[in-house]
């Protein structure tokens, strides 16, 4: 028998690159929508890349220590996106769960280099290193600056793929379960309302902007992506010193992911452990007689509970009405008019009516049981009624807290209840926006461990035209009542309910009628793979 090949680092590196290529290369040979998806992806990717290295090019017109600053703080801003974006998208790419690999015949170290080379191809971190070489041209001074510029540039861009990679290897067990996916939701909103804070802070006036970004930078500055971006900046001896240690930073973080890799591959997978089951009956039980309604609200609250995707969807209406309450309200030009509570909370009601503009997708392949069930067009819209009650129960006590909420902090607690009632209008008719758009451009919410899954490869554009088409439906139907209690006439509000009503019961018809006629086509929308 001849003995096995030697693995060799170079050999390792381009097999991993071929894959990954070959991976992205497969897009290209999909269906037209997959295509269409990918080409999308290439253009936003590359005018990103040249967008981002205009930008950081342009701080060359800064005075040297502002543009040293900006520069400090866009790449600790890379480095941050490196470590939170891959565990966003963990379950999406296959790359970045070792238990994936962990059947293979390779070595620790075979798949230490092969998982960071998977993680340097691509045109996402392509656009990265891109826009990180944007620095040299905004803070290079001489032959000596650009050399040592360039090492900087390399050591910044392998600090991200490794910190990556340590942060999704550490906490890829706790991310295969129910209760790590619901943890991190919750902590991508916060981050969502950290990226807000310099935005906050600016429309209060709460500090110069100048000063505030450099005792920013200030903090930042001995951090290891402070310190590449320092040296760029220095270009001369105390920058290579602070390059030697940036690189010892990148092979203790590359150490300790290998031994947490190799701790990863042998450890068992906590996600299938058995779960409790709770049984028994509820309020819900008690008001709705047994049938469909019941059974399909009942449902729609258990997804709600259990669901990851739906509860990522809720937190993110109500942070979205939080931020844009801080943005409209918190200025210092006077207090906010009577105005805004009525806006906040129909913002906070198309946020929740949205999620019902693919109200089939979360069902996915197991839809085709409701579609075995369906006889008829009203059993199709007993269907739509039921999950816009199990919607409207859990929307209407939110709403209230938004409305009473946003009426407080606004200072006008007289407008609590007509923006209570204009809200509730919103809501009817988005829910009858998304019982049309859920059967004519339906699309499937792959069933993965993401919580921010989108839809299906392929069906990236139907999912956006969806998004867009339930938007503006909702804007121009909810426009007749919205715009005349935003301008002073809150008596008109008490229109708002019972026209939301019927929009949501005509939406129910249409929709039921257009998706009875071609149900077979819509349970095969839903049950793509992904």
């Known amino acids: 028998m001849n003995a096995p090949p030697q693995w060799s680092v170079p050999g390792t590196v381009e097999l991993f690159a071929r894959l990954k290529l070959r991976l992205l290369a497969g897009n290209l040979r999909g269906d037209l929508e997959r295509r269409l998806g990918f080409i999308f992806t290439l253009v ?35 480095l941050v996106s490196w470590m939170v974006v891959p565990l966003l998208a963990f379950g999406l790419d296959d790359t970045l ?19 960071f080379t998977a993680s340097a191809t691509g045109v996402w971190p392509l656009a990265t290193l891109v826009v990180t070489a944007g620095a040299l041209a905004g ?44 943890v991190l939701a919750v902590a991508a909103i916060f981050v969502v309302l950290l990226a807000q804070l310099p935005n906050l802070l600016v429309n209060a006036e709460l500090g110069d902007p100048a000063a505030l970004l450099h005792g920013v930078a200030g903090m930042l500055r001995w951090t290891p992506p402070g310190m590449a971006a320092h040296a760029i900046a220095d270009g001369g001896l105390a920058g290579l010193a602070e390059l030697t240690v940036v690189a010892l930073v990148v092979l203790v973080a590359a150490w300790l992911w290998i031994k947490v890799l190799n701790r990863a591959l042998v450890t068992p997978d906590a996600s299938t452990q058995a779960g409790s089951v709770r049984e028994g009956s509820g309020l819900l039980d008690r008001l709705l007689p047994d049938g469909p309604l019941a059974a399909v609200v009942t449902k729609e609250l258990k997804y709600l509970r259990r669901e990851p995707r739906l509860r990522v969807l809720w937190f993110t209406a109500i942070v979205v009405t939080v931020v844009l309450a801080f943005s409209m309200g918190g200025n210092a030009q006077g207090p906010p008019g009577p105005w805004l509570p009525a806006v906040l909370t129909c913002v906070g009601a ?98 993965r461990m993401n919580a921010f899954t989108g839809a299906a490869p392929g069906q990236g554009g139907q999912a956006f035209a969806s998004s867009m088409g339930a938007l503006l ?51 095969a929308a839903v049950s793509k793979p992904s």
């Open 44 to 78: 936003i990717a590359a005018v990103l890349a040249a967008a981002g290295f205009a930008l950081m090019a342009l701080v060359r017109l800064a005075p040297r220590d502002v543009a040293a600053d900006l520069v400090i703080v866009a790449f600790t801003v890379f």
């Open 139 to 182: 803070l290079v001074t001489g032959v000596g600056g650009l050399l040592v510029g360039l090492v900087a540039v390399l050591l910044q861009f392998a600090l991200c793929l490794v910190l990556s990679r340590l942060v999704t290897t550490s906490l890829s067990g706790a991310l295969r379960t129910r209760r790590g996916r619901d």
């Open 473 to 523: 439906g909702v804007v121009a139907g909810s426009l007749p009542f919205v715009l005349p209690v935003a301008f002073g006439l809150t008596w008109f509000s008490v229109v708002a309910p019972f026209y939301g009503l019927l929009a949501a019961a005509l939406g129910r018809r249409l929709g039921a009628k257009i998706g009875f006629a071609r149900l077979s086509d819509l349970v």
């Open 350 to 447: 198309v946020m929740i009516a949205l999620m019902s503009g693919n109200a089939f997708g979360i069902d996915g392949p197991s839809y085709w049981m409701n579609a075995v069930a369906c006889g008829s067009e009203e059993h199709f819209r007993t269907d739509l009624a039921g999950r816009h009650l199990a919607n409207a129960l859990v929307a209407t006590p939110v709403l209230v807290v938004i409305a009473v909420a946003a009426a407080l902090f606004a200072g006008h607690p007289a407008m609590i209840v007509p923006a209570l009632l204009t809200g509730w209008g919103v809501l009817g008719v988005g829910l009858g926006v998304g019982s049309v758009t859920s059967v004519i451009l339906p699309y499937t919410v792959p069933e």
């Open 97 to 115: 769960d070792p238990a994936r690999l962990a059947l293979f015949p390779l070595r620790t170290g075979q798949l230490a280099v092969g998982m």
